[in-house]
């Protein structure tokens, strides 16, 4: 998760509706470039689409709350899951012509044809990767947290400098490691794990001193999968550059600006607002962190 994948604790059983994809955008865009127009065809009949009459939606598996629940991106439930269906909603798709598929998040950035029309899950926009794929609009900024054990001997840092010689632990090919060289400047190089259970399982082990990783994941850890975890605060990455979450597309996807404009709708009626207040709750109760 990049999981640079927010402010409260969000627990796993948070609100379990099945949104539909008419109570998510009850209005879908209208078509632009229809055939014979100029512009982008947004049409469930596009060509641009993996598949025509279909919406193919990518995302890793496992998928983790808050993102999705019971690892099942098709219920509707968990905030990714929930933009997933607000979006395709926009686009004209009903619930039935949803189809997930998994990509693995490392792979979803790389170079070369995808089996997707778009892939959501946790990834940050960066230039690097913006040179192989095409992103969409932001729909989610996150800032990045630092999650320990209770009795950890930097349970109580108050800033980034205490934390510099913790061993760190970061999920492979996420902003996390670069947010942790820039912001924390460790003495040792960050741990990489392949997986967020990886991770927890090597802050049980005292293989590493604490996690970083974005804070609504850092809640979920937090809440349901550790005993005694301490969620010591949050920053912001690259001096207060925003970390954001884009959908991702094929390279020269004809349907990026179809999304851009579904993401448009989705913010101007409010509808991200009330999906980030249901799945990713916020507060000012974790500290933040200065160096």
């Not at 994809?21 to 512009?39: I, T």
């Not at 998928?63 to 098709?74: E, G, L, V």
């Not at 792979?107 to 899950?121: E, Q, T, V, W």
Request: net charge negative.
């Amino acid at each position: 998760m990049s999981r640079t994948r927010t402010r409260i604790a969000i627990t796993a059983s948070a609100v379990a509706v099945v949104l539909t994809a008419a109570a998510c955008a009850p209005q879908p865009v209208s078509p632009a470039g229809a055939a014979g127009s100029s512009g982008p065809n947004c049409t469930t009949g596009s060509s641009s689409l993996h598949k025509s009459g279909q919406l193919t939606v990518a995302t890793d598996s496992p998928a983790y709350a808050p993102w999705f629940d019971s690892n099942t991106p098709s219920n509707g439930k968990g905030f990714e899951s929930a933009v997933a269906y607000a979006v395709a909603g926009k686009l004209g798709f009903g619930r039935d012509q949803v189809k997930w598929v998994v990509e693995p998040f490392a792979h979803s950035y790389a170079p070369g044809p995808k089996n997707f029309d778009f892939d959501i899950n946790q990834i940050s926009i960066t230039p690097q990767r913006a040179q192989a794929v095409d992103f969409s609009t932001s729909y989610y900024t996150a800032d990045q947290a630092i999650l320990t054990l209770d009795n950890s001997a930097f349970a109580k840092a108050t800033s980034l400098g205490e934390l510099k010689d913790a061993k760190i632990g970061v999920q492979v090919a996420t902003t996390s490691y670069q947010a942790v060289l820039d912001q924390l400047k460790p003495s040792r190089t960050p741990s990489v794990f392949n997986t967020t259970n990886d991770e927890v399982n090597a802050l049980k082990n005292g293989q590493i001193d604490a996690i970083v990783t974005d804070l609504p994941t850092v809640f979920f850890l937090a809440g349901s999968e550790l005993d005694n975890a301490k969620i010591v605060g949050q920053f912001g990455y690259a001096g207060g550059t925003p970390e954001e979450f884009g959908l991702l597309l094929p390279k020269g996807s004809g349907y990026t600006a179809c999304v851009n404009e579904a993401l448009g709708a989705l913010k101007a009626d409010g509808t991200l607002a009330k999906l980030t207040a249901e799945w990713l709750s916020a507060s000012a109760n974790v500290p933040e962190l200065k160096p």
